[in-house]
């Protein structure tokens, strides 16, 4: 199930940056790519900075666990493969 960013801000309780994030393209996608620069630049309070950052950086971890473990099951399943051959 992809997240949306509405959802993921919602579950932050920061919600009230969905129309400012989106009115300035940023994304699931470009999420990561922000600092805390980008943030302070877009007028979001610095405790809230703080917070988006942190979370940023838990759903950084939890993509490349994700990637990692589709990359794993990927090589496994054809792994299987080349040994029923």
Not at 1 to 23: A, C, Q
Not at 42 to 71: M, P
């Amino acid at each position: 199930m992809v997240e949306t960013l509405s959802t993921w801000l919602g579950k932050l309780g920061l919600d009230r940056y969905t129309r400012l994030f989106e009115s300035h393209g940023i994304d699931m996608q470009s999420l990561p790519l922000l600092t805390e620069n980008d943030l302070a630049v877009l007028g979001v309070l610095l405790g809230h900075r703080k917070l988006l950052l942190q979370a940023i950086a838990a759903l950084n971890t939890r993509t490349s666990t994700d990637r990692s473990f589709q990359e794993d099951s990927f090589l496994s399943e054809g792994s299987s493969i080349a040994e029923r051959r």
